[in-house]
């Protein structure tokens, strides 16, 4: 019994998801892309019956409907006696005539998007691997909300969303600057707002209708250590508390707001250096936060999606193009503009300045 070229790619997918848990490395991660360079052919599904029985199961509901509906009561009668004594064993079915078309759509709409996203499943994954292998980080297991609860009671900025918050993605990271080097974690924060609104219609009865709007915010944590109880605010305030501190500069007035423990702790802080480092970060990146706690930790956070993440451009149809795009450094330029600067902010307030 021969293999089709779908079962081939089945095996081919399987094998390489199996493999990928066991990468370390960019020399494992290239290996992993061996049996799809040897596989003969592009690595792309036959998708000519899905499509098959998805149009053509759409077509059939919508000659019913035309049918139904009289909208073909122009045709020839000979024609027409024809299509209705075609049709007519079909409405003796328990679930109406409608029900096998209905049933050959969905089939056929399942197989093609299961068959599309195991595809981009597997690429998708390599991809967040090679990710993090070229910014040298390391993921990290957490319990989603048990960590957005641990990081609310640490910063304010997780004082966000009604209804749910979840730390969807952690990694831990080190950065080595020339006069500083330090251990942060990379993070994707998520939270959901609740609204509930309640409306009367015309006959005085009432409707209720729920929606739930998703956010994600991006950033950083880490042990800052030369301040505390300070709060550089590009996006709204989410319970950080202060005495409102404004520097010189009306370009950084227009970007942030700060609120600050105590006069002295921003003065001692916004060296015109620093105020110069902040407004060129705040054009780089949206709604840029930052908020350095009681404790002198820094979180800083956007609302930039490629902070952390970096759409893959190619997909495995062709193995030797994903390969050469793997073998290229792919950095989160956003995130090193961000650690650079947390860097200079670290040189400007150790005393060495």
Known sequence: MTTSNNQKIDQLLRHMKQ????VHDETGLYALLQPALNFHGPIRYNNRWPWSMTLGGLLLILLLWLLD???????????????WWLIRPLYQLPFGPWSPFVLLTVIGTWLLLSRYQRLKGLVDAIWHKNL???????????????????FERRFCEFNRGNHKRSIDWLCQGHYQGEQHQF?????DFHYVDKHTTTTTDSKGRSHTRTTYTHYHRYG???????????????????????????????????QFKV????????????KPAVVEQLQQLGQKLRKLNLEFNSQAE????????????VPCPLGLEDAQAFLSLLQQQTRLVKLDAALHTIHQLLVYNDNNF
């Open 69 to 83: 509906s009289g909208q073909l009561n122009a045709l020839p009668p000979e024609m027409l006696n024809s299509l």
């Open 259 to 270: 609120l600050a423990g105590s006069e002295m702790t921003a003065a001692k802080f916004f």
């Open 183 to 187: 251990d942060y974690q990379l993070f």
């Open 132 to 150: 993090l292998l070229d910014n040298q980080l390391q993921e990290l297991s957490c319990q989603p909300e048990t960590k957005a609860r641990e």
């Open 220 to 254: 950083v944590i880490m042990s800052f250590g030369f301040t505390r109880d300070l709060n550089i605010l590009g996006y709204s305030n989410s319970g950080q508390r202060g005495i409102k501190w404004e520097p010189a500069s009306l370009d950084f007035r227009k």
């Open 19 to 22: 493999s990928l848990a066991g």
């Open 298 to 309: 820094l979180c800083l956070t956007v609302a930039d999606s490629d902070f952390a993440n």
